[in-house]
């Protein structure tokens, strides 16, 4: 088609829409050239001029109505039609303010609960890692049927590097915190060593300086740091002159290399863990010492960026091959694979599943306020009858009253969405501070284009959802019977009440299903706090040390200065018990298991005995209220010159020596033990699990900390101070003693062992409390739409009831129907809603703990609970029921 | 009087293309011209008409201009625009096409 008549047609389109009235005008002289023809004509054959002129006009019809279908024929009537619907519409919106305020408000806290639950998704879930290509990045693991995900040694790793052909780079690392001291107190870095070219990998590239090569890994030239954009800025001034200054690391002399750029996010760890995102203040280089062919330790954590088109699965595949080969030049590792897991499923992890389960819920709480308004734009029809009655009698088809009354219907949905989006603005930031301390990327969640769109979108979703049945319902009731009518109701109201009766069923079975879930997370939440931790927490104080291995060179250094705090500690008031440990509950586990032997077992083929192995000075089991089962805790005699003694927890005894008392029984660390390497079993204390969500607890064993061969946990060690009272006036006390031993040592993470069970509680709390806030919304929502039917009908049978009364009936027997009504209805919304709750609870089975998804306590509870609440919607009704006047009811007769 | 709505549907088209195909043409004019080539047998009425010539010039086949008639009046006037010309010939054949068949079988049976 020729360019021209597209302009044409475009050129007349535009005026039809936008200069109407000249159209209109135009259209006017048409017709009157075409009457004045007509007349000419009439008075040509003879006619008189009054009837030329009556007869022209009989013959041209009405006007308006060819000036309606011409305009039809223009195809621009939509656009009109819009704008006079969206005017319509807001008159009578204005015309109902209170109408308009309530339903906004309802819509309003639906969809800013999504938009809310979606921004966290969207930073959470949705957003891009801030890293070059991260779909390309992996976690790489060792893995076994016992432990899924295991870091590896380092010089398996090195193998790794050297042979894989399906990484671009490869690289490792491994929490290992520093103290950097300069003018005024030393400060703690929470910092990492990591392998040459780990920035390679995430594809970040240092703002200053450079990052490590493989020279820096050689043994002795581990000296060199990078630091982060915040620690550069807080600890350096931001210097520009940076990069090659001498700085005092753990007391030794080190040199920056580089500065990282802002927004260097860490990619999190297991170990040790720091939290995604900006938690790492330094990184220093990994070097590669000891023995290569000693490759019984394993504590790097592994990050790789594939080659481009190689697929995760195939370097995965590739890692398995390497494996046995590595494992033949070294021995061992029968039962372990290679895992690659993507960054992003391993930085999401479980909080996927918990998100998608709150969109869900919120998702269930907006087709409520759905279904409660599409009820009240029902019971508003019914009001509205006359006005739709005259205006299909006037000519206005049935699809026009339809369009009219969605653009309604849209209109204050999208003033819901407003109201949405403000409602959000508040609830992310209630979000973000009741989110767990560890959730991952929470400050890439903020209200920003895409939950504007989304809000829209749901906006109008919600518009079409409740304003689509109300619209056809009314627009379907036939002109004379809504005027003849009048005053009284429609006969058509049966159908009508039906109607609404199902969108209640539908709410009460959506709001049970919310129910059941709430009800679930809170059985589980309540277990969580009854169970028992297996420690005491109440008045307890904790926090770390670290001893630099340059200052402390052996051992026994170490131990002496462990030695002094303890015995200064001990002696001081308030203090009940003070203990050191290689660790705290609940704060992170060391998957390192050693390997032993026991004396007169053997271990199956191919496998080791292991337990998770710590240390402990004679009180730490006291302070932290950890209680003895059998046998005695250490003393300050278990030391070096004493015979080699450790404590085991009750699950390692029950898993080693099942049918045997373990007191009194043996292990080594050695393959070939001498008579002086056994170490007897002299306490069994009770379990500690890894997390209070553990399914069970570890097999586990402690040395006496003055029985350690080795400076454990690379020289961090972690106080516990039991007191009489209000533990947190210990800190100072703790600092003191702490700096009259050595003024140079940061006494860090200082926290109340209380405020360490409940962040592990943080999660669980979170979970039980949006998803209980929703229900609440539901059931409060549910009972209202409740309340509107029941009251409807009541009302509608206000005459009948009078009647029954007069005959004789009791009030009683009034208030049995009107709650035989409420009762139906909330029986078939349990009943929906339970069966639909016992298929939908799975998805939670991940996010409870010890309740069963179908627990019959908690549907049975939500199934009482919906009927008080249903019964008590029907009260107010039922006593309007009982008002009703025989004597009035009978004069209409 | 048979109205277009008797007429086998868009055959008022045909009807006002063909009448425009000679020279442009007010809706007056249109009306007249069919009724007078049908004898009287085709009778259009103004609200068939004009809702069909708006419908036209909004597909591009007819164009409106505002002249003067003889009598010294402004009327509108339409022509066929070069889609218009197309359209008649396409919708002439359909309609030859149309009328032998429908003759066809009036003969036979």
């Known amino acids: ?893 | 009087m048979s109205k277009p709505s008797d007429l086998i549907q868009g055959t008022l088209d045909l009807l006002i293309l063909k009448t425009l195909s000679l020279e442009p043409k007010h809706g007056w004019a249109i009306a007249k011209r069919i009724e007078q080539v049908s004898h009287e047998a085709l009778q259009i009425t103004q609200g068939a008409l004009y809702p069909a010539l708006h419908r036209l010039e909004h597909q591009g086949w007819i164009r409106a201009r505002w002249r003067t008639t003889e009598t010294g009046r402004e009327a509108k006037f339409y022509e066929l625009t070069r889609a218009g010309r197309v359209q008649l010939e396409k919708e002439l054949a359909e309609w030859e096409r149309l009328s032998n068949a429908v003759g066809l079988i009036v003969r036979m049976v």
């Open chain 1, 1 to 893: 088609m020729e360019p021209g008549r597209w302009w044409n047609l475009a050129r007349m389109r535009f005026s039809s829409l936008v200069r109407r009235g000249r159209v209109d005008e135009e259209l006017d002289k048409e017709l009157r050239f075409h009457l004045d023809q007509q007349i000419e004509e009439n008075l040509a054959a003879g006619m008189p001029l009054s009837e030329a002129r009556f007869a022209a006009m009989r013959r041209l019809g009405g006007v308006a109505q060819i000036q309606e279908e011409c305009r039809d024929m223009r195809r621009m009537n939509y656009a009109h039609d819009l704008v006079q619907d969206l005017r319509y519409a807001a008159r009578t919106l204005v015309k109902e303010r209170g109408f308009a305020a309530l339903v906004a408000l309802t819509l309003g806290l639906g969809i800013g609960a999504n938009s809310a639950i979606f921004s966290v998704i969207d930073g959470v879930l949705l957003k891009k890692l801030p890293y070059r290509q991260p779909d390309r990045i992996v976690r790489v693991f060792f893995s076994s049927n016992t432990y899924p995900k295991f870091p590896l040694n380092p010089f398996d790793f090195r193998d790794f590097r050297t042979r894989s052909r399906s990484f671009q780079a490869l690289a490792a690392f491994t929490r290992s915190d520093v103290q950097l001291s300069g003018s005024g107190e030393p400060v703690r870095l929470a910092a990492f060593r990591v392998t040459a070219g780990y920035f390679d990998v995430l594809g970040v590239t240092p703002a200053l300086g450079r990052e490590f090569d493989q020279s820096d890994e050689v043994p002795g030239n581990g000296n060199a740091l990078i630091l982060s954009d915040r620690t550069w800025r807080s600890e350096f001034g931001a210097a520009p002159d940076i990069i090659g200054r001498k700085i005092t690391l753990d007391s030794q002399p080190a040199t920056v290399v580089g500065v990282m750029p802002p927004g260097t996010e860490h990619p999190g760890n297991s170990y040790h863990a720091l939290p995604y995102g900006n938690s790492v203040d330094a990184w220093r280089p990994f070097t590669f010492e000891g023995d290569p062919n000693d490759r019984g330790s394993h504590f790097l954590e592994v990050i790789g960026r594939l080659k481009p088109g190689v697929p995760r699965a195939q370097a995965q595949a590739e890692l398995n091959t390497l494996l046995p080969q590595i494992a033949s030049e070294h021995g061992g590792y029968r039962g372990w694979h290679m895992l690659a897991v993507e960054l992003y499923r391993e930085i999401v992890g479980a909080n996927e599943r918990l998100l998608l389960v709150l969109l869900g819920a919120v998702g269930l709480v907006l087709m409520i306020a759905c279904a409660n308004v599409a009820n009240l734009l029902m019971a508003r029809a019914t009001a509205r009858q006359r006005e739709i009655a005259v205006r299909s009698a006037l000519g206005a088809r049935q699809s026009r009253l339809v369009r009219q009354m969605l653009t309604e219907s849209l209109l204050i949905a999208l003033a819901g969405g407003a109201l949405g989006l403000v409602f959000a603005a508040g609830g992310v930031k209630a979000l973000v501070s009741l989110l767990p301390a560890d959730f991952p990327r929470v400050d890439s969640i903020h209200v920003n284009a895409a939950v504007l769109g989304f809000t829209l979108l749901v906006a109008l979703a919600a518009g079409f959802a409740f304003g689509l049945v109300p619209a056809l319902e009314a627009a379907r009731a036939y002109p004379q019977q809504g005027l003849r009518e009048g005053a009284r109701g429609s006969t058509d109201t049966g159908l009508h009440l039906r109607l609404r009766s199902v969108l209640v069923v539908a709410e009460v079975s959506l709001a049970s299903i919310l129910l059941a879930g709430a009800g679930l997370m809170l059985r589980s939440f309540v277990n969580l706090l009854r169970m028992d931790p297996g420690f005491r927490p109440e008045h307890v104080l904790t926090a770390d040390l670290t001893l630099p291995i340059t200052e402390y060179k052996t051992p026994a250094a170490a131990r002496a200065f462990e030695d002094s705090l303890i015995t200064n500690l001990s002696s001081a008031p308030a203090v009940k018990y003070a203990g050191i440990g290689t660790d705290l509950p609940w704060t992170g586990y060391d998957e390192n298991i050693g390997g032993f032997t026991i004396e007169g077992k053997n271990p199956p083929p191919g496998e080791e005995f292991h337990g998770r192995y710590h240390a402990a000075t004679p009180d730490y089991f006291r302070a932290l209220g950890i209680p003895l089962e059998r046998g005695r805790f250490f003393t300050k005699a278990d030391n070096q010159g004493a015979p080699q003694v450790m404590i085991i927890n009750s699950t390692m005894a029950r898993f080693y020596w099942p049918r045997r008392d373990a007191l009194g029984a043996r292990i080594a660390f050695s393959d070939t033990p001498k008579e002086k390497d056994w170490m007897t079993v002299v306490g069994i204390v009770g379990d500690v699990k890894d997390t209070p969500t553990s399914r069970g607890a570890e097999p586990a064993f402690w040395w006496p900390a003055l029985q350690v061969p080795f400076v454990m946990n690379n020289g961090v060690m972690s106080v516990a101070i039991r007191s009489d009272s209000d533990a947190s006036q210990l800190a100072n006390v703790l600092r003191r003693e702490v700096h009259h031993l050595d003024p140079a040592l940061a006494v860090y993470d200082l926290r109340l062992l209380d405020q360490i069970t409940d962040a592990n509680l943080a999660s669980a709390r979170f979970a039980f409390f949006l998803v209980g806030l929703f229900a609440t919304l539901a059931v409060g929502l549910a009972a209202v739409g409740t309340y509107g039917v029941i009251a409807y009908s009541v009302g509608r049978r206000n005459h009948e009831f009078g009647l029954r009364m007069a005959l004789g009936a009791s009030r009683w027997d009034v208030v049995r129907l009107v709650f035989r009504r409420g009762v139906t209805l909330a029986a078939v919304g349990v009943t929906v809603g339970l069966l639909a709750g016992l298929g939908l609870a799975r998805v939670l089975r991940s996010l409870i703990y010890e309740v069963s998804p179908a627990d019959p306590l908690t549907f049975g509870a939500v199934a009482l609970l919906v009927f008080s609440v249903a019964a008590l919607a029907c009260y107010l009704p039922a006593r309007r029921a009982t008002e009703a006047d025989p004597m009035t009811a009978l004069r209409a007769e």
